[in-house]
């Protein structure tokens, strides 16, 4: 399982160092270039975002004390991702001479007040982007507890039921047993009786040839 993570490791590193070198360029350039340069480093960005995913899934499947040490490296690695999108949208604010003439002519206070604007709601986005991933983490993070508690009930449950059914055998072993004692007892009780009335049988025949013993006397 780790061996896979180490995988996306490698991929995410691989185009994490492409979207920089590229984000770098974006700046300098301008018209269709800059264009199709902006549309490759934004599906990049996407494919970083789906090797994020695929790692999250995977360290969710790593033995719980070995996950502390995958969860700080993804979180690392999502940071970094914060980071790369950041400069990314603030590459494409960024203005080469064609692009400042084109929005701003010769105006240069305003060119200022609207890349401030710019800048400003660049980083509402980016706040609302960083509480959109909290909610994700709180809510990945409440699923692993869900899961982990639904194991521990189905373990408990079939605690309960090996113990149930042990119950159930002692108490059928307790049945026979107390059967077996009740047998046991009705023939102790049927031997003492025939006991008793062989013992009155062999009385009465002495005490009859005594009698009779004496009177033929």
Sequence with gaps: MSSDF???E?????LTAEITNKVGRIPKLAGEEKTQLVLN?????????ELLEQMDLEVREI???????????????????EKLEKDFKRSRIAYSDEVRNELLGEDGGSSETQRAHLLD??????????RLDAGYQIAVETEQVGAEILANLHTDREKIQRSRDRLRETDTNLGKSSRILTGMLRRIIQ????????????????VLAIY???RGH
């Design 41 to 49: 480093v934004d599906k990049q960005l996407e494919e970083v975002r």
């Design 121 to 130: 709601n660049t980083e509402r986005l980016e706040r609302s982007s960083r």
């Design 191 to 206: 031997n003492r009786i025939l006991v008793f009335i062989l013992g009155a049988i062999i009385l009465l025949t002495i």
């Design 212 to 214: 009779f013993n004496l």
């Design 63 to 81: 033995p719980i004390q070995s996950r502390g040490m995958y969860n700080s490296r993804l979180k690392s690695y999502k940071q970094e991702m």
């Design 10 to 14: 490698q991929d995410f590193g691989t």
């Design 6 to 8: 180490e995988t996306y």
